[in-house]
């Protein structure tokens, strides 16, 4: 009988590290799950961007509704389109620097959020963007595609900025939110 309660007793603890195990498989499931939603959310506005800048493109040659094209506006969009893609780059480099650090959430504060361009806005990657098509609208003298860029930066920020914010609130709760305190755009 003695045999007999120690067996089970021996399963139930399997039991409870089996069900422990899948408590944690299904806490890196949904965190899987929800990168790629977070990821997809970004690859969709990056997407948008570059329809606008198409669309604005094909519209400027049919219309051709040009901006001044003075060597200063030339200037002041390389300007622009540099800033853009430093911005993008640093982003990008922040982002794979800091990703081991917030992937283990129970110990993530909103100062790991506080990193490379992070401290200046939450979106910096779309501020890039932004910047580095506007500044190539005025590069190639085109109203319609500074003018696109400007109305889906807008519309960006709304919709897939929004939703990308929300999902990391998810993810992050507090720490997220403390961050998004502090930085506001």
């Known amino acids: 009988m003695r045999e007999r309660e120690v067996y089970y007793s021996g399963m139930d603890q399997n039991i409870n590290e089996v069900k ?56 002041g969009a390389g300007i622009l389109m540099l800033i ?31 990193k490379g361009p992070y401290r200046l806005t939450r979106s910096p990657t779309q501020v890039g963007l932004t910047l580095l098509l506007v500044g190539f609208g005025f590069f190639i003298n085109s109203l319609s595609v500074v003018v696109l860029i400007l109305v889906i930066s807008v519309i960006n920020h709304f919709t897939f900025v929004h939703s990308q914010e929300k999902r ?14 502090k930085v506001k755009l």
Request: aromatic share 12%.
């Open 20 to 75: 422990k195990a899948g408590d944690n498989c299904h806490s890196l499931e949904s965190d899987v799950i929800n990168a790629v939603k977070v990821h997809d959310t970004l690859a969709h506005s990056y997407l948008i961007y570059f329809a606008g800048l198409v669309i604005g493109v094909f519209l400027d040659a049919i219309f051709k509704i040009q901006i001044l094209s003075t060597a200063p506006v030339l200037v």
């Open 84 to 114: 853009g893609t430093f911005f993008i780059v640093w982003a990008q480099m922040t982002s794979r620097k800091t990703a081991p650090k917030r992937n283990d959430m129970n110990s993530v504060s909103h100062s790991d959020f506080l």
């Open 168 to 181: 990391l609130l998810e993810k992050y709760g507090k720490s997220y939110k403390n961050y998004k305190d």
